[in-house]
């Protein structure tokens, strides 16, 4: 299975997250969108849109929003130009398909985890 349908339209997953911290409330209210996808792997994800692109980028923005706050991480310090954030665009794509290829039952969940932490060099 090729895993070109995340790639091409969850780039903007990572970098749509703004710099930001997060009240309790907030948190706790991204926790609970983001539990009842976190079943998801690789194929599933792609398997259960059944070609709704926008379904794999919400999936993927709930994975990625919640990586970024459980990481701490300030998306403007490490991008504040439109040519740093397509550079990490670009980054990320390619982490998020390598963790694809090749193991269509990872989690999703963690492909986007590792993909956010390659990206960003933590």
Known sequence: MRFDKIRLISGAALIAMPGFLYADEAAEQMV?????????TCASVIEEADGDDTYVLAIVEKMTALSIYNREINIEEHATSDEEKAQLREAFLTALKEGCTGDENALLAGVVDGAV????GL
């Not at 609970?32 to 998801?40: I, N, R, S, T």
């Not at 932490?117 to 960003?120: E, G, I, R, V």
Request: glycine share 0%; aromatic share 8%; hydrophobic share 40%.
């Open 117 to 120: 932490k390659s990206t960003l």
């Open 32 to 40: 609970q969108d983001a539990l009842p996808v976190m079943y998801h």
